[in-house]
């Protein structure tokens, strides 16, 4: 797997992840190749605020509106927007979106069109799908002040990613380069089973210094 510098690497869910405070993604893989991808994910109003400050206007946006997914999901061919919906409280727009894919060449142009990011081995009903969440941290992450800065505006937000196949899974926590290594300390994981995933406060996924990974396998 072809190493990156980027921190987020997956495309376009690099700008979801770069724009959103607390975000889980759910994979559901059928025999043929075929499923769904099921996200939620909160946007603070003071992240939405960044892109209308001068000199950010250019910037890619966080999909907001049934119409931003539509215009993306239609550029993939087999592609789907199965469902959408949004709400808000005091502090945040909560996103909810199902999408559908016919094959798994569509899942791969959805999570990384580039085609160097994800690697995906599938075999009848069964499959390996390695997906690298992020690699190396930008340097300016080593200043403690931009952390404790993070660490505010992240707290009690986390980041989730579970998969689920016919059967059961597996799942395997890697590092930025595909290696397998321990669960990180903060991390919540369910290894195995109908229902493999892990969670990790979204402020830790800044300070992990080898990239972080996930490989299911079914």
């Known amino acids: 797997m072809k190493k990156t510098t980027a921190f987020f690497i997956l495309i376009p869910l690099f700008f979801i992840l770069n724009s959103c405070i607390g975000m889980s993604i759910n994979i ?23 892109g209308t400050l001068d000199g950010n206007e250019a910037m890619p946006s966080v999909p907001l509106s049934r119409d931003d997914w539509k215009k993306m999901v239609d550029r993939i061919p087999g ?16 996103i909810s979106v199902t999408l559908e ?15 160097e990011k ?8 069964s499959g390996t799908l390695e997906i690298i969440i992020i690699s190396e941290p930008e340097p ?16 009690g937000y986390n980041f989730t990613f579970g998969f689920k196949a016919p059967g059961n899974s597996v799942l ?13 300390p903060s991390a919540e994981a369910v290894l195995a089973g109908k229902n493999v995933t892990i969670t990790i406060p979204m402020a830790d996924l800044f300070d992990i210094k080898d990239g972080l990974g996930v490989r299911f396998i079914w």
Do not use: H
């Open 28 to 50: 559901q893989m059928n025999k043929d190749g075929s499923g769904k991808i099921v996200m939620e994910y909160r946007v603070s109003q003071t992240f939405q605020n960044l």
């Open 79 to 94: 592609l789907k927007l199965a469902s959408f919906s949004t709400k808000k409280d005091k502090q945040d727009t909560v």
């Open 101 to 115: 894919f016919k094959e798994e060449e569509a899942l791969l142009a959805f999570l990384d069109p580039i085609g």
């Open 118 to 125: 994800i690697m995906l081995k599938r075999l009848d009903a």
């Open 140 to 155: 300016f992450l080593d200043d403690d002040k931009y952390m404790d800065m993070i660490k505010m505006l992240f707290e």
């Open 172 to 184: 395997a926590i890697i590092d930025g380069k595909g290696n397998p290594v321990s669960t990180p």
